[in-house]
């Protein structure tokens, strides 16, 4: 999780109690990475089957093996039939677990039950499981020259692997995709073993990358390559300068493609260890990757910026602190956050007063358009350089509103035929402003759409909706737009941490980071999460009387506000904790 920068440690807090006073600043205390990465250079080496072992002693001792990754596998398929150990495909699904394994002879098979945590698939995509989570599978157990075997288990069964085994062997990495509409990468977090040496990474992520994107992407993202374009046989090398060769085969890989293929494909390599170059060639032939000027890329992370392609940031230099009807600008990223001084302070828009019947106020990051709802969630409100407008008949059960980078003001709802999400365009006088809405053919009548935030890179958003039976559903949706890059489909979400049972507020912290707060089964209350987009839910502590949460950006780094019901706005403190920083009924993060 990442910490406000500027904030106090608690130790310097408890050293400094008696000082009679607290300091200005103080140095980044950050806390645990995003996403965790392996224990490099530590491998298991499994016993194989012992002689005159009964059938649950062998799969046990299979199980266990699974988490040897030497040679294929090479241990844990001694404990199968030869048919069985030459069809296996291990990495088909991981099944990460909690706990110990329960194992029980039932008449010619091993039935082994586990508490389930999550689950890799083929593609590598992590889905966590709601808590007590179970599952028993079935092992039928054959004699090979008088020695039991695993014979035959389910068409699905892949790896079972321990948490702490997972987090030892399992690397987060993210591959790349370019936008369809804007020269932005958007971001997808899987899964690889991190054991592998030489070019077993860079294969794997490679592999990935070229692979069609995922459903939820599907038309809010370019392929990596032409349909038919794979990598060939030989993986990805990586030799003593550090440079991966990527060797494609198939036809329709034109000269005008290279630097849409080339990008996406070494931004995502650049992860691996010890590469510092890509290159591309297809059937042994070097491929000259050409930037803007004709002249041939030098295959290092600087040519990605050379072809004009960058990650999706966004940075918030200051917020909007509301305090009633008025608005103040303010350093989110201060502990105290005390007023605004920092880069064009003089020169920021002059803020309105926003009566307190508009409430889940938004901003673009001009802060020249600023949004909200009434009360009753029928009413949008739009101040636009300084004129104010109230816009009816939209829609009911108004969502918060939320701007994208494009110049679109996003907001959801119900109509009269159920629910709708809507767009602005923000360039248009208010007078002449018009919602038009975007097609969610997944939505279904019964759906509420209870919040929708807009994604750093225009191409992706998050939605929570409420389903008939009460729980709430947070998910991911791939933004489509038209040739003009105009919304005009959101795709079926992917769900984004399904242990929630109950989304109250969310937002983006950065491309691959969302912060949540909301409740699990267990939950009494509501608890603030961070949400790596692909990765383990992990809680932070609660605040009493908690509504709201606000993802702070700040280029790589983010950090958390909660605002509370009892009138405080709430700071993080070190790595757990919070602070309480000023009175206020809200903190609004300009975005777009």
Known sequence: MRILHRLLLPLLLLGLAACGGLPTSSTVDRGLPVLSQPQQGVQVLPSGPAAGADPVEIVRGFLLANAGFSDDHEVARQFLTEDLATQWSPTAQVLVYDGPLQLENVGGAVEASLEVQGVVDEQGRLTELREGTSRTERFTMTRVGGEWRVGAFPDDFGLWLSRAEFDRIYRADTLHYLARHRDVFVPDVRWFPGYAQGSGIPTALARAQLRTPP?????????????????????????????????????????????????????????????????????????????????????????????????????????????????????????????????????????????????????????????????????????????????????????????????????????????????????????????????????????????????????????????????????????????????????????????????????????????????RADDASDVPFEVPLGGWLRPMSPVEEAHHVRGIPSGEDWAVVLISDLGRIYTQEGATGWYSAVNGDDVIVPGG
């Open 215 to 519: 459903d939820h992407l599907v038309g809010a993202v370019r392929p990596t390559a032409p349909e038919g374009v794979e990598l060939s046989s030989s993986g990805v090398p990586v030799d003593a300068s550090g440079t991966a060769t990527v060797d494609l085969s198939g036809a329709g890989l034109g000269q005008a493609e290279l630097g849409q293929v080339w990008a996406p494909l070494a931004q995502t390599l650049f992860q691996a260890p010890g590469v510092s170059q890509v290159q591309l060639q297809s059937g042994g032939r070097p491929l000259e990757v050409l930037g803007p000027d004709g002249g041939q890329i030098a295959g290092d992370a600087g040519s990605v910026n050379q072809l004009g392609y960058r990650t999706a940031e966004r940075t918030a230099r200051f917020g909007l602190l509301r305090e009633g009807a008025q608005l103040s600008y303010v350093d989110p990223f201060e502990y105290r956050l005390r007023d605004y001084e920092g880069p064009g302070a003089q020169e920021l828009t002059e803020l309105p007063d926003v009566p307190v019947a508009w409430t889940h106020l938004a901003a673009n990051s001009r802060v020249a358009d600023l949004a909200g709802v009434s009360a009753d969630r029928s009413l949008l409100w739009r101040w636009h350089d300084g004129e104010k407008r109230v816009m009816s008949g939209i829609g009911q059960q108004l969502t918060e509103p939320s701007y994208d980078q494009s110049g679109q003001l996003w907001v959801a709802g119900r109509a009269a035929r159920g629910p709708r999400v809507w767009t602005m365009d923000t360039s248009v006088p208010l007078q002449r402003a018009v919602a038009r809405p975007v097609t969610a053919e997944w939505l279904q009548r019964g759906t509420q759409i209870l919040q929708l935030q807009v994604g750093p890179d225009d191409h992706r958003a998050l939605v929570v909706t409420a389903e008939e039976d009460g729980r709430h559903v947070l998910g991911m949706s791939g933004i489509v737009r038209d040739r003009e890059g105009n919304p005009e489909a959101l795709t079926e979400p992917r769900p984004v941490a399904p242990t929630l049972t109950q989304v109250t507020s969310v937002d983006w912290a950065s491309p691959t980071t969302a912060v949540v707060l909301g409740r």
